[in-house]
Each structure stands twice: as C-alpha cells, then as structure tokens.
C-alpha cells in the first residue's frame, strides 16, 4: 500500500487554466523525481471526478420475478432480455449490479427501488457500494 487514496492521479499535469490569483493549479506542489509526498495532499484547481457507487440488486424468497424485471426496466433503463438476464443472476447468486452511478444517482435509484417495492408490498431489496 502506498498510503495515496485510490483515485489520486499520479503524474499527469493538469492542462493549464486560470484560476484565482496565486493558484498554479497545483504545479508547485508537484513532488520531484521518486517523492510522491505531497501529491494526495496538493491543491485541486478543478474538483475531482465524483466517485462511483454499484447499486445491487439482493434475492429475496418472495419477490416475483416479473416484478424485479419490471424494476430493472424502469429505474435502470434496461430493455427485457438485459432485465431478464439480471433478475436471474440475482436470483440465482444473491447479488447483482444494477448499474454505477454517481453517489447521488445511485442513492435516489436506490430509494426508488425500494419505495417502488414497498408500494407493492414487495420486500424487495436494494442498495449500493462503492465501485
Ligand atoms: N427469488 C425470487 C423468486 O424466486 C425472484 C427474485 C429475483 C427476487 C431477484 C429478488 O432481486 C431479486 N420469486
């Protein structure tokens, strides 16, 4: 382990472009040949790409499968054949990936899985992890 949060881009210049007064866009931070201290810490001219989080689909004992099929539709844009093969990944190992999304994505596909189930009195599960 090197200590740097994964995501952290090693190396890579940042293109330059204007920023407030005093801002380089972090070049003056930048470690030199074999130190990479600073790097994780240094100063971000842009915000970072927002990370990624999997919403999985859980098995259940009750849930029809018609039902999840129409979820997999509805709230992740899949067409019959990919819902279909889902629901049946799902149902057959536990767990699958609906789709990744932003955090704030993923939270409300989430919540609306699981809204959608309950209406139904479904016990439908859904939830997310970070890709
Ligand atoms: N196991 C359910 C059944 O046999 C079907 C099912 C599939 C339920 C996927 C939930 O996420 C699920 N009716």
Same mark, same amino acid.
């Given at each position: 382990?090197?200590?740097? &949060?994964?995501?952290?881009?090693?190396?890579a210049?940042? !293109?330059?472009?204007?920023?407030? &007064?005093?801002?380089d866009?972090?070049?003056?931070?930048?470690?030199?040949?074999?130190?990479d201290?600073? #790097?994780?810490?240094?100063?971000?001219?842009?915000?970072?790409? !927002?990370?990624?989080?999997r919403?999985?689909? #859980?098995?259940?004992?009750?849930?029809?499968?018609? =039902?999840?099929v129409? +979820?997999?539709?509805? =709230? =992740?844009?899949?067409?019959?054949?990919?819902?279909?093969?889902?629901m049946?990944?799902?149902?057959?190992?536990?767990?699958? +990936?609906?789709? /990744?999304?932003?955090y704030?994505i993923?939270?409300?596909? /989430?919540?609306q899985?699981?809204?959608?189930?309950?209406?139904?009195?479904?016990?439908?599960?859904?939830?997310?992890?970070?890709?």
């Amino acid at each position: 382990m090197s200590g740097i &949060p994964s995501g952290t881009r090693l190396g890579a210049p940042l !293109p330059s472009r204007a920023g407030p &007064p005093g801002d380089d866009g972090g070049r003056t931070n930048q470690a030199g040949p074999g130190a990479d201290v600073g #790097l994780a810490t240094r100063t971000r001219a842009r915000p970072k790409k !927002p990370s990624q989080f999997r919403v999985l689909m #859980l098995n259940d004992d009750y849930t029809p499968m018609e =039902f999840v099929v129409i +979820v997999l539709k509805r =709230f =992740f844009q899949m067409d019959l054949e990919q819902a279909t093969r889902v629901m049946l990944h799902v149902h057959q190992k536990g767990v699958g +990936v609906c789709g /990744v999304f932003p955090y704030e994505i993923a939270e409300t596909k /989430v919540n609306q899985v699981m809204d959608f189930a309950r209406k139904h009195q479904h016990p439908l599960q859904c939830t997310l992890e970070k890709a």
